[in-house]
Nanobody, 110 residues
Framework: QVQLVESGGGLVQAGGSLRLSCAAS????????MDWYRQAPGALRRELVA?????GRFTISRDNAKRTVYLQMNNLKPEDTAVYYC?????????????WGQGTQVTVSS
């Protein structure tokens, strides 16, 4: 069984920083992809990509040996308030599966 365990969310003032982590646990699989999505109140879940409003403020990094993906968020803004989800595409034998983390709340106060 594969699990994605997220940590690092919380409440921060505008201009502050947070670092989220997501670790994949289990055995017998390889990771094809790990990324971050977020879902703001009343909005659809969206992938964090370099070209959108987080450019220059958010950085995604990966430690393949630890099967962990990180999201460093700097200069946070109130509009970054959302539930942040880790997403992974896992290969087990010849099959590919998609997994989501449980989500972690990030709240940015003005």
């Amino acid at each position: 069984q594969v699990q994605l365990v997220e940590s690092g969310g919380g409440l921060v003032q505008a201009g502050g920083s947070l670092r989220l982590s997501c670790a994949a646990s289990g055995s017998g699989f390889s990771i094809r992809r790990m990324d971050w999505y977020r879902q703001a109140p009343g909005a659809l879940r969206r992938e964090l990509v370099a070209g959108d409003s987080v450019k220059g403020r958010f950085t995604i990094s990966r430690d393949n040996a630890k099967r962990t993906v990180y999201l460093q968020m700097n200069n946070l803004k109130p509009e970054d308030t959302a539930v942040y989800y880790c997403y992974a595409e896992i290969r087990r034998e010849t099959y590919d599966f998609q997994y989501w983390g449980q989500g972690t709340q990030v709240t940015v106060s003005s």
